[in-house]
Nanobody, 121 residues
């Protein structure tokens, strides 16, 4: 199987920074897209940023240059550097990866358990 393990969430004051990490492990042949989504209470899960593994990245409009997604393909890890955080960034942040695993030729979506980010004074 495949596991995604996230770390780096927490409580930060408005204007502060956090760095999220997500490592994929298990029976992996290859990983294509890796990205971050978030879900605030009472709202739907939404895309934050995605990295396709070929230096192509996509950000949600609300990021507005404040977040940077990066990737270490050698260790199947994706990072999200978040700067200038706002209270409205408060949410559970989920890692997502599209993985081809050993013994299966088609890609599957995998999700991490989520990490809480709270922006408050």
């Amino acid at each position: 199987q495949v596991q995604l393990v996230e770390s780096g969430g927490g409580l930060v004051q408005p204007g502060g920074s956090l760095r999220l990490s997500c490592a994929a492990s298990g029976s992996i042949v290859s990983v294509s897209d890796m990205g971050w989504y978030r879900q605030a209470p009472g709202k739907q899960r939404e895309l934050v940023a995605v990295h396709d593994g070929s230096d192509n990245v996509k950000y949600a409009d609300f990021v507005q240059g404040r977040f940077t997604i990066s990737r270490d393909k050698g260790i199947n890890t994706v990072y999200l550097q978040m700067n200038s955080l706002k209270p409205e960034d408060t949410a559970v942040y989920y890692c997502n990866a599209v993985v081809i695993r050993i013994g299966w030729q088609f890609p599957d979506d995998y999700w991490g358990q989520g990490t809480q980010v709270t922006v408050s004074s």
